[in-house]
């Protein structure tokens, strides 16, 4: 289910409002897991720069030593990659902060005023405008 159709199925304010809770934990999740894989990569990226130096050291053939080289500068790419993928998984995490908070004070107070009224709600249609 998309993310669109979970809304469009909320037709309530507090079906709504678990739905935007649960969306919000999974984006928060997600990054959680993107960062994760991100410190995994950096930590991998200079790991293999230090095997490449280590055997350039130790006076190991060129050819392997170009090879960890080539493999480090390859991770330090997906490094970077990994940090503008951070950045935007943090950004899709504020959104969804933002997204829960103006709901909750935007119609908050409407759906207080309405679980405490002592009158039963009308239908929906009576409430639209024309």
Do not use: C
């Not at 409002?17 to 994760?36: D, F, G, P, S």
């Not at 990226?45 to 960890?68: C, G, H, R, Y």
């Amino acid at each position: 289910m998309s993310v669109l159709e979970s809304l469009i199925d909320a037709v309530t304010y507090a079906a709504l409002r678990t739905k935007l809770a649960w969306l919000t934990h999974k984006v928060h999740a997600h990054a959680e897991t993107v960062n994760r894989l991100a410190a995994e990569v950096d930590d991998t990226a200079e790991q293999m720069q230090d095997a490449s130096e280590t055997m350039k050291a130790l006076a190991v053939d060129t050819a392997t030593v170009a090879e960890f080289a080539d493999a480090a500068l390859t991770m330090t790419g997906a490094r970077e990659a990994a940090g503008a993928y951070t950045a935007a998984a943090d950004s899709a995490s504020a959104a969804a902060d933002a997204a829960k908070s103006t709901t909750e004070n935007d119609h908050g107070g409407i759906a207080d005023a309405v679980d405490t009224s002592p009158v039963e709600m009308a239908e929906a249609a009576f409430y639209t405008q024309q």
